[in-house]
């Protein structure tokens, strides 16, 4: 393959995992791969030693719906960013596998049994919005009572009117159990049994943050609050992160927030752009104003102190032990002590991907080749790379492997941790996505679904 070729490559993969962040909320801890009332980091996830088998699929034409045509339309995810792009994705949750399907007639939920693919109930969300282009569609992945919170939003380009409300799906039957305004809100997340929502309106300059926790009757029931920025951080607004850790809660697009889970309260008053949650730890963040500083805390907001430079924030992060040192560049350190425990040199061009059990995975370019390198957390040791022609995505971890997408070929990676070694390689359809879904995985594409299974 010539380098231009390689580069071609890792375009396609730096838009794989750009989706993939719009679609997870560039998470920094455990991303949204489970579907339970508990936090993701509590939840066993399926172990991958071995390719798991096909269990079954379902194509677009498959789904028997007069208002959508089969030929022309497609899956996409249930993120309304992520579908922007046109990212194919869906969920599992509690044994319900969850997608948009998206064609002629508009878009609708459709909802798959996860034993078998049968095809479960589809469900149109309305929303009162004259001349309105589209309906976009946004789901939590884990459900609430037994309901799934999905919001519909609406955006009138004749007035620039926006319109959002929350829909409550029964996942047995994909009944619209209620709906509850909420015009704020473009994200929603259920997290140890609690409803959040959260939105940042990026039409005008300066515009708050709005992040409220409460409950399917109200889901302002607990705190809805309103976080003024300065305006320092700078950004397109055509993203966000969101995520709940160690009763941390983090909400960002043109600018970032961190808040108590339980209260609302604010933890960091200045602007900064994005932040890290320690599992077990607290977080990092790194400010927006000059120099460039991140700032370290505690989970109760307590600043622990403050460093140059910035820290590396947006990758996921999972089993990582509460003793292990965070990240501020390339650099470990000591979260109780604030030293240094290694410090890599010749960093240019590289980029952290994630975190996984005591592996930093970074992406970057060698002699014009594009690696995939893995380092040590504890000690900063480069244990593997290989080339990013084999592993384009890294969104996805078992806790012994990475897995991803070889966008090459066309196939689901399984790279172990540790010695960086191929373990199995799954072919799939051209521009899937997969992610860990019950006992195995779950891969889609714009015109199929995949359930792969380790059961015999």
Sequence with gaps: ?????????????????????????????????????????????????????????????DVDDADVDGAGGSFVAPQALAAMYGVPDAYEVDGVVVTVLRGEGGSRLVAFSG?????????????????????????????????????AATFNPSDRSRNSELNFIDLDDGVVASTVPAPYATAVKVDNGALYTAGQDNRAARTPITIARGTVEDPTSDWMEEYFLAGQCQGSGDGYTFDIVNGVVHFGSVGAVLADAENGERLIADDFSGATLLPGRGF?????????????????????????????????????????????????????SGESIWKLENTANR???????????????????????????????????????????VDNTDGERVIGMNSVLNEVVAVNLRSGEVEWTLAVPENSRARLAGDGLLVVSGSELQMFSTDD
Excluded: K
């Design 1 to 61: 393959m010539t380098p231009s070729s390689r580069r071609r490559s890792s375009t396609r993969a730096a838009l794989a995992i750009t989706a993939a962040a719009l679609l997870l909320g560039a998470c920094s801890s455990a991303s949204d791969e489970v579907a339970t009332g508990e936090h993701e980091q509590d939840v066993p996830r399926a172990e991958l030693p071995v390719a798991p088998s096909l269990a079954w699929s379902v194509g677009v034409a």
């Design 115 to 151: 034993d078998d693919g049968a095809v479960a109930w589809q469900t149109d969300l309305h929303i009162d919005n004259p001349d309105a282009l589209t309906v976009e569609i946004t789901c939590a992945t884990t459900a609430i009572d037994g309901l799934l919170p999905c919001l």
């Design 284 to 336: 990092v963040a790194t400010l927006c104003s000059a120099p460039q500083t991140a700032v370290v805390g505690a989970n109760d907001g307590t600043e622990v102190r403050r460093h140059l430079g910035s820290h590396t924030w947006g990758a996921p992060w999972s089993d990582v032990s509460e003793q292990s040192p965070y990240l501020v560049g390339f650099e470990g350190i000591d979260f109780d």
């Design 351 to 393: 980029s952290v991907m994630a975190v996984y059990s005591g592996t930093v995975i970074m992406f970057g370019w060698e002699d014009d080749r594009p690696l995939v390198t893995g380092v040590d957390l504890e000690t900063g040791e480069s244990l593997w790379s290989v080339s990013r022609d084999i592993i384009a995505t």
